[in-house]
């Protein structure tokens, strides 16, 4: 096949079949469609991006079969077609209108070698409506020429029978938009550097006008309804948001989320058409602006794991509301008792709770994983009673003794329990032997009875391997099938001293007297706390050795201090309140001085000299 006797250039982002309507033209055909037919092939095989038919033309025009495709429209899907190498979904390429430049055409036009006016692959995209070149608003024209068909570029031009002056007036001038200037040198094969860069250049272009027409209109607005000046608008604005990226975006969509009044719903209606476009189209390409606003959607709304999101499945929960954690608790609680147990762990505060419901109000859901994970398989009180079987007064007694722990942070007046500690408190206590009829042997309640104990110091004694005779009752389970021998844990527990001074020991440690030390303690200088004494095992309070070392760290006894210097604890006394050194003022039935550490002068050497204190002396010598 030889090349034609007519040629003319390819002209800058021409498509192929306006190429063929021009060298139809020169070849003395006036329409392309004869001129293909001719050829061997059609002029809707070119429109399409056919092969075949490109390589024909390409040696019938002289020109290279690469540089005619830079300007191909081809089909690459369902819908889906590849413009000047760009994606683009064919129902938002215009082909059938008539758009153009009006300068460039007049240009081409009064050039005698161009074969008339040369179609741009710009103007078949909807959202580009100002030529980049001449800064002219691109024409459109509605008449359409049945025999002659859309691609016939340069024909349909003719049959305007409009000179080149004539055209030049069709033209008003207008500055491209910052959309418009990107979409056209996308097309011309620049790289501009931008993350829009590596999505489908049709997302780009429509995904621009929708975020804008939400921005600019509200989320009612139809893209249908809208002229071309406010989708030019439109455009504008949703190029400068998609060129902020993630940032532009949440911006936009945390407004729309702030007037949809319902902080918690995710509903179409609060984003309208921007979510039934991203909902509705399905092209491979928009998926980089799905995943933003799917992004957005589950940071910000409680959607849990295979919820569905704008048609993918939620796979991890970002975020939840007080109903969703309630819900994956799965204890049982109701909204109120939701929100005390986030209260007491520190995730809502007072003021954020409007009339105690925290309606709105979300948390970060990995944040709350490891309180989710606590109270994963935790059981009430009631139920914790039941599975280790012991009565309410014993239960209570183990939890005030640390034996058994509620888990950290349950709802005040409702603590709950780990299962898998329970049944370790079960193993700890688990009789070694069995025994239907044990005489003389009683269940721990009766122990403590008997042996004026308490049941954590018991199930201590149990635990710690103390005893000898450990039986379970075949007739009972758990806590209640415990039987033992109270003479051998009365005994046992003889041995055991509280870590405490009595008060009338105390008293004579510190040099006060009984008075004295009853207003240390009523003041918060000392800490009395219940315990049993070692031999009568009756219940009788004492000061921790704890509280001891701290009231020791912040005050010297007058005695002390005298013990420390040789000398008389009045004469000593006298002698600091003569130096004015600070004291615990008490009332006059108290007697003995406590003094300031801080203020006496070798206070620190005397407290060095004493520790360690041997408590256990002193206070059960």
Same mark, same amino acid.
């Given at each position: 096949?030889?090349?034609?006797?007519?040629?003319?250039?390819?002209?800058?982002?021409?498509?192929?079949?306006?190429?063929?309507?021009?060298?139809?033209?020169?070849?003395?055909?006036?329409?392309?469609?004869?001129?293909?037919?001719?050829?061997?092939?059609?002029?809707?095989?070119?429109?399409?991006?056919?092969?075949?038919?490109?390589?024909? =033309?390409? %040696? =019938?025009? *002289?020109?290279?079969?690469?540089?005619?495709? $830079?300007?191909?429209?081809?089909?690459?899907?369902?819908?889906?077609?590849?413009?000047?190498?760009?994606?683009?979904? #064919?129902?938002?390429?215009? +082909?059938? $209108?008539?758009?153009?430049?009006?300068?460039?055409?007049?240009?081409?036009?009064?050039?005698?070698?161009?074969?008339?006016?040369?179609?741009?692959?710009?103007?078949?995209?909807?959202?580009?409506?100002?030529?980049?070149?001449?800064?002219? %608003?691109?024409?459109?024209?509605?008449?359409?020429?049945?025999?002659?068909?859309?691609?016939?570029?340069?024909?349909?031009?003719?049959?305007?029978? /409009?000179?080149?002056?004539?055209? $030049?007036?069709?033209?008003?001038?207008?500055?491209?938009?910052?959309?418009?200037?990107?979409?056209? %040198?996308?097309?011309?094969?620049?790289?501009?550097?931008?993350?829009?860069?590596?999505? *489908?250049?049709?997302?780009?272009?429509?995904?621009?006008?929708?975020?804008?027409?939400?921005?600019?209109? *509200?989320?009612?607005?139809?893209?249908?309804?809208?002229?071309?000046?406010?989708?030019?608008?439109?455009?504008?604005?949703?190029?400068?948001?998609?060129?902020?990226?993630?940032?532009?975006?949440?911006?936009?969509?945390?407004?729309?989320?702030?007037?949809?009044?319902?902080?918690?719903?995710?509903?179409?209606?609060?984003?309208?058409?921007?979510?039934?476009?991203?909902?509705?189209?399905?092209?491979?390409?928009?998926?980089?602006?799905?995943?933003?606003?799917?992004?957005?959607?589950?940071?910000?709304?409680?959607?849990?794991?295979?919820?569905?999101?704008?048609?993918?499945?939620?796979?991890?929960? $970002?975020?939840?509301?007080?109903?969703?954690?309630?819900?994956?608790?799965?204890?049982?609680?109701?909204?109120?008792?939701?929100?005390?147990?986030?209260?007491?762990?520190?995730?809502?505060?007072?003021?954020?709770?409007?009339?105690?419901?925290? #309606?709105?109000?979300? /948390?970060?859901?990995?944040?709350?994983?490891?309180?989710?994970?606590?109270?994963?398989?935790?059981?009430?009180?009631?139920?914790?009673?039941?599975?280790?079987?012991?009565?309410?007064?014993?239960?209570?007694?183990?939890?005030?003794?640390?034996?058994?722990?509620?888990?950290?942070?349950?709802?005040?007046?409702?603590?709950?329990?780990?299962?898998?500690?329970?049944?370790?408190?079960?193993?700890?206590?688990?009789?070694?032997?069995?025994?239907?009829?044990?005489?003389?042997?009683?269940?721990?309640?009766?122990?403590?009875?008997?042996?004026?104990?308490?049941?954590?110091?018991?199930?201590? /004694?149990?635990?710690?391997?103390?005893?000898?005779?450990?039986?379970?009752?075949?007739?009972?389970?758990?806590?209640?099938?415990?039987?033992?021998?109270?003479?051998?844990?009365?005994?046992?527990?003889?041995?055991?001293?509280?870590?405490?001074?009595?008060?009338?020991?105390?008293?004579?440690?510190? *040099?006060?007297?009984?008075?004295?030390?009853?207003?240390?303690?009523?003041?918060?200088?000392?800490?009395?706390?219940?315990?049993?004494?070692?031999?009568?095992?009756?219940?009788?309070?004492?000061?921790?050795?704890?509280?001891?070392?701290?009231?020791?760290?912040?005050?010297?006894?007058?005695?002390?201090?005298?013990?420390?210097?040789?000398?008389?604890?009045?004469?000593?006394?006298?002698?600091?309140?003569?130096?004015?050194?600070?004291?615990?003022?008490?009332?006059?039935?108290?007697?003995?001085?406590?003094? +300031?550490?801080?203020?006496?002068?070798?206070?620190?050497?005397?407290?060095?000299?004493?520790?360690?204190?041997?408590?256990?002396?002193?206070?059960?010598?």
């Amino acid at each position: 096949m030889q090349v034609l006797p007519i040629l003319i250039p390819l002209m800058p982002g021409e498509t192929p079949a306006s190429f063929a309507s021009r060298l139809a033209w020169a070849n003395g055909l006036s329409f392309a469609s004869e001129f293909c037919t001719d050829q061997g092939f059609t002029l809707q095989a070119i429109a399409d991006g056919d092969e075949r038919a490109l390589s024909i =033309l390409a %040696r =019938l025009g *002289g020109v290279e079969l690469a540089q005619l495709m $830079r300007g191909v429209v081809c089909k690459v899907s369902t819908g889906q077609y590849r413009l000047a190498g760009q994606l683009i979904e #064919k129902r938002w390429i215009t +082909r059938r $209108r008539l758009r153009f430049c009006p300068e460039c055409v007049a240009d081409d036009v009064t050039t005698d070698t161009a074969g008339g006016a040369a179609q741009r692959c710009a103007w078949h995209v909807p959202s580009i409506r100002t030529c980049h070149h001449h800064q002219v %608003r691109l024409y459109e024209d509605d008449s359409y020429s049945h025999s002659r068909g859309p691609h016939d570029f340069a024909g349909r031009i003719r049959d305007l029978n /409009l000179g080149a002056d004539q055209v $030049r007036e069709l033209g008003a001038w207008q500055v491209p938009t910052g959309l418009e200037d990107y979409l056209t %040198r996308r097309l011309a094969g620049d790289k501009q550097g931008t993350w829009l860069d590596n999505i *489908g250049f049709g997302a780009v272009a429509l995904g621009a006008e929708i975020f804008g027409v939400v921005d600019l209109f *509200g989320v009612d607005a139809k893209l249908k309804h809208l002229s071309d000046n406010e989708k030019r608008r439109a455009g504008a604005r949703g190029f400068e948001l998609l060129s902020e990226g993630e940032e532009g975006l949440f911006r936009l969509l945390m407004r729309l989320h702030r007037e949809a009044g319902s902080c918690i719903s995710l509903s179409r209606r609060n984003y309208g058409c921007l979510f039934n476009w991203l909902e509705q189209s399905h092209a491979e390409q928009y998926e980089p602006l799905r995943d933003m606003v799917r992004k957005f959607f589950t940071e910000t709304y409680p959607t849990g794991e295979g919820d569905l999101v704008l048609g993918k499945t939620c796979t991890t929960r $970002r975020v939840h509301s007080v109903e969703t954690l309630r819900r994956d608790l799965g204890l049982g609680l109701g909204r109120r008792q939701t929100i005390e147990l986030l209260g007491a762990n520190g995730f809502l505060r007072p003021d954020t709770q409007t009339g105690n419901s925290a #309606k709105g109000v979300v /948390l970060d859901a990995k944040a709350l994983a490891p309180l989710v994970k606590s109270f994963a398989g935790a059981i009430c009180q009631v139920a914790a009673q039941k599975k280790i079987n012991a009565p309410r007064a014993q239960f209570g007694a183990l939890v005030a003794g640390g034996i058994i722990r509620p888990i950290a942070g349950s709802p005040v007046g409702r603590p709950y329990y780990d299962d898998k500690q329970l049944d370790k408190f079960l193993a700890s206590v688990v009789p070694r032997t069995t025994a239907t009829k044990a005489d003389g042997l009683v269940g721990i309640q009766s122990v403590c009875r008997k042996a004026v104990a308490g049941a954590v110091d018991v199930v201590r /004694l149990i635990q710690n391997d103390e005893l000898k005779t450990v039986v379970r009752d075949v007739q009972k389970d758990g806590y209640l099938s415990v039987l033992l021998d109270p003479v051998e844990v009365a005994d046992a527990l003889r041995l055991i001293k509280p870590e405490g001074y009595l008060r009338s020991t105390l008293a004579g440690f510190l *040099g006060v007297n009984a008075s004295a030390l009853d207003h240390l303690v009523d003041k918060g200088h000392l800490k009395l706390v219940r315990t049993r004494h070692p031999v009568s095992r009756k219940s009788v309070q004492v000061v921790p050795y704890s509280s001891v070392d701290r009231f020791l760290e912040r005050f010297v006894p007058g005695k002390h201090y005298a013990e420390f210097l040789g000398g008389s604890t009045r004469k000593v006394g006298d002698q600091l309140i003569k130096e004015r050194v600070p004291f615990i003022q008490m009332p006059e039935e108290c007697g003995g001085r406590i003094f +300031r550490r801080s203020e006496v002068l070798f206070g620190m050497e005397e407290l060095a000299n004493r520790l360690p204190l041997s408590h256990d002396e002193i206070a059960w010598p």
